[in-house]
C-alpha cells in the first residue's frame, strides 16, 4: 500500500465520525422537548407571531428536509445565527477559535516537555529514587481535579506571591504579558496529560529497552547513550504520539475548564455560556467545530505517526 | 479475592478511603456538627476552630458537614450514572456480540464515532442539549459511559459465544435470552466491576467538574464541585474551603483508581492496555 493510500483511507475513517457526531446532535437537538422559539421571542409574544417565527425558521418541515438543510448550509458555513448576540454562529466561534488553539499549543508543549523525558529518564533509571518519586507524582497528576489546581495555582501563583495575573489574557505570546497570562491556564490543562505521558513514555521506554536488537547494539559495542537515543528511543516515542493526539482532544475538553477559570476568551468560554443561555444554534454550531478539530487532530496523529515509522508505508 | 485485593497496599488504602466515605455519607446526618445549610452571617470565613474544624465559607456555613454531605452527592452521582452507563452498555454489548451481523456492525460503528470524542466534550454536549442541572449531568455522564461498558462487554461475548458451554446451552434448546442472560453475561462480570470501579473516578471527576462549571449541582447544595466553584468569591479571604475541598475530592478519585487498578490486575490482566 503506498503512503497516498494510506493518507486517502485515513481521510475517509474521519469523515463518518464528523457525521455522525453531527447527525446525533441534531436529532437529539430536536427531539427534546422544549421550544427553541419560545426562548427567541419574548415571553408576551402571541400563539401567531410564535407560528409565524416557526415557519420563518422552517421548523414546520418534516425533520429528514431540515436535516439536510442544515447540511447544506454547514457546508457553506451558515451555522445560523447565536439567540443570544444576533450574530452569525461562525463569526462568534472563529472570534474565539484561535485563543482556544494558542493554548492547547502550548499545553501540548508543556506537558511534552515536562511529560517525555521524565518517564525516559525513568525508565533509564528504573527502581531509582527518582523513578520512584516521579511515578507517585504522575499517578497524584491523573487523578487531580484540573478545577482545583486551577483554583490553587491562582491562590498561590497570583494571589500569595503575585507573578502571575489571576486572569485574562494580556496580549500576543510574544509579549511578556501575554506569556505570563497564558502560563497558568496551560500549566492547568498540561498537568493531567504530562501525568498521563511520563506514565506512558516510561513503560513504552521499558518494554523497547527489553528487546533484541537493543542488546545487539549494545553487544556491537555502542555506547548507553547512543543506544538510547538512536535506537531506543525512536520506538518507545511511536505510542506516545498516539497518546499525544487523543490528548489533543482531551485537552479541547479540559480547556473548557481551564478557560472559564481563568477567564481565557476561548471555545470554552463560549460553550459554558451557551449552555446557560440555551443558545441552541450557537451550542450547534461548537460541536460541529468540537467534531472537526477531533477528526483533524486524529487524522494528523496517523500522518505523523507515517513520518515517524517508516514501516507503515510497506 | 478479597485477601488478594488487601495484600496490595495501594488497594488497601484505597478500600479503607471508600469505606470511611461511605460510612460517612450514609451517617452524615447524625455526625455532622452542623447544618450544612444553616447560615451564620457572625461565622462568615472563620478560619479553621474548634467549633469549625475546617473552618466556615463566605455564608458562615459549616465546611466540614458540607463536604461530608458533600459525599452523600458524588457517590449517588458516581453510582447513578454507571448504573446508566452499564444497563444501556451491557445491554446493546450482548445483543451485538451474541447476535452479530448487521446490528453489530452498526453498534461497532456507534461506539467508534462516541468513542472518538472526548469525554468532557461529550458530556458538556449533552448538557449543552438537555440544559444544566444536577440529573442532566448523571445522565450525561451516563451516556459517555455507555459505548466504553459496551465495547467491553460485546469483546467478551463475541468471544465467549463460541465456547464449549454456549454451544452446549444451545444444542439442549436454549434460547438467546436465556444464553445471553444466563451463559455469556457472567462471563463478563470481572471486566464490568474492574471497569465500574475505573469509571467511578471519571465519573465522579467529571460530575464535579460540570458543577464546577455551574452546570451541574446548584448552590447552595453541598456538592464538592459547586462547593468549589462558589469558594472562588473569598478565595484569598478564606483559601481553607477550597484547599479542603479540592482535598477531599482528590482522595476520592485516588481511592477509586488504586482499588481499580488492583482488581484490573487480579481479575483481567487483559484490560491493561
Known amino acids: 500500500m503506498g503512503r497516498n493510500d494510506y493518507v486517502l483511507r485515513k481521510v475517509l475513517v474521519g469523515i463518518p465520525v464528523l457525521i455522525g457526531v453531527v447527525t446525533l446532535v441534531f436529532f437529539i437537538l430536536h427531539l427534546t422537548p422544549g421550544d427553541p422559539v419560545r426562548l427567541m421571542l419574548p415571553p408576551d409574544a402571541s400563539e401567531e407571531d410564535i407560528v409565524r417565527m416557526r415557519e420563518h425558521l422552517g421548523l414546520d418541515d418534516p425533520l429528514p428536509v431540515q436535516y439536510f438543510r442544515y447540511w447544506g448550509r454547514a457546508i457553506r458555513g451558515d451555522f445560523g445565527r447565536s439567540l443570544r448576540s444576533q450574530r452569525p454562529v461562525l463569526k462568534e466561534i472563529t472570534a474565539r477559535l484561535p485563543y482556544t488553539i494558542e493554548l492547547a499549543i502550548v499545553a501540548v508543549i508543556l506537558s511534552s516537555v515536562i511529560g517525555i523525558p521524565v518517564g525516559v529518564i525513568s525508565a533509564v533509571k528504573q527502581d531509582t529514587i527518582f523513578d520512584n518519586i516521579s511515578r507517585a507524582i504522575a499517578f497524584l497528576g491523573v487523578s487531580l481535579p484540573s478545577f482545583w489546581l486551577a483554583t490553587m495555582f491562582i491562590l498561590l501563583f497570583a494571589l500569595v506571591l503575585g507573578w502571575f495575573p489571576p486572569s485574562g489574557r494580556d496580549g500576543p505570546l510574544w509579549t511578556l504579558a501575554g506569556l505570563r497570562s497564558i502560563f497558568m491556564p496551560a500549566l492547568t490543562l498540561a498537568v493531567g496529560s504530562a501525568a498521563g505521558l511520563a506514565r506512558l513514555a516510561r513503560s513504552s521506554m521499558l518494554e523497547v529497552l527489553r528487546q533484541d536488537y537493543i542488546t545487539v547494539a549494545r553487544a556491537k559495542g555502542l555506547g548507553e547513550r547512543l543506544v538510547y537515543t538512536r535506537h531506543a528511543l525512536r520506538n518507545a516515542l511511536l505510542p506516545v504520539i498516539t497518546f499525544m493526539g487523543t490528548q489533543f482532544g482531551y485537552l479541547l475538553g479540559g480547556a473548557v475548564i481551564s478557560e472559564t477559570v481563568f477567564a481565557w476568551p476561548g471555545m470554552g468560554q463560549l460553550a459554558v455560556n451557551a449552555i446557560f443561555f440555551r443558545d441552541y444554534p450557537l451550542i450547534q454550531g461548537i460541536v460541529f467545530f468540537y467534531a472537526i478539530g477531533v477528526v483533524l487532530v486524529n487524522l494528523a496523529v496517523d500522518l505523523t505517526y507515517a513520518l515517524v515509522d517508516p514501516r507503515i508505508s510497506l | ?273
Open chain 2, 1 to 273: 479475592m478479597l485477601r488478594q485485593l488487601t495484600k496490595n497496599r495501594m488497594a488497601l488504602i484505597g478500600i479503607i478511603l471508600i469505606c470511611i466515605l461511605v460510612v460517612l455519607a450514609v451517617a452524615a446526618p447524625w455526625i455532622t456538627p452542623h447544618d450544612p445549610l444553616s447560615q451564620s452571617l457572625r461565622d462568615r470565613l472563620a478560619p479553621p476552630s474548634r467549633a469549625h474544624p475546617l473552618g466556615t465559607d463566605y455564608y458562615g456555613r459549616d465546611v466540614l458537614s458540607r463536604i461530608i454531605f458533600g459525599a452523600r452527592y458524588s457517590l449517588t452521582i458516581g453510582l447513578i450514572s454507571i448504573g446508566i452507563g452499564l444497563l444501556f452498555g451491557a445491554t446493546l454489548g450482548l445483543l451485538a456480540g451474541y447476535y452479530g451481523g448487521m446490528l453489530d456492525r452498526l453498534l461497532a460503528a456507534l461506539i467508534d464515532v462516541l468513542m472518538a470524542f472526548p469525554g468532557m466534550l461529550l458530556a458538556l454536549a449533552i448538557v449543552g442539549i438537555l440544559g444544566p442541572g444536577l440529573f442532566n449531568v448523571m445522565l450525561a455522564v451516563g451516556i459517555w459511559s455507555v459505548p466504553i461498558f459496551a465495547r467491553i462487554v460485546r469483546a467478551v461475548s463475541l468471544s465467549t459465544r463460541e465456547t464449549e458451554f454456549v454451544l452446549a446451552a444451545r444444542a439442549v434448546g436454549a434460547g438467546g435470552g436465556r444464553i445471553m442472560f444466563r451463559h455469556i453475561l457472567p462471563a463478563c462480570i470481572p471486566a464490568i466491576i474492574v471497569l465500574s470501579t475505573l469509571r467511578m473516578s471519571t465519573a465522579i471527576l467529571t460530575a464535579a467538574g460540570l458543577s464546577f462549571l455551574g452546570l451541574g449541582a446548584q448552590p447552595p447544595t453541598p456538592e464538592w464541585g459547586s462547593m468549589l466553584n462558589e469558594s472562588r468569591g473569598a478565595l484569598r479571604q478564606a483559601p481553607w474551603v477550597a484547599t479542603f475541598t479540592g482535598l477531599v475530592i482528590t482522595l476520592t478519585v485516588t481511592a477509586f483508581n488504586f482499588v481499580g487498578d488492583a482488581l484490573r490486575d487480579i481479575l483481567d490482566p487483559r484490560l491493561r492496555q
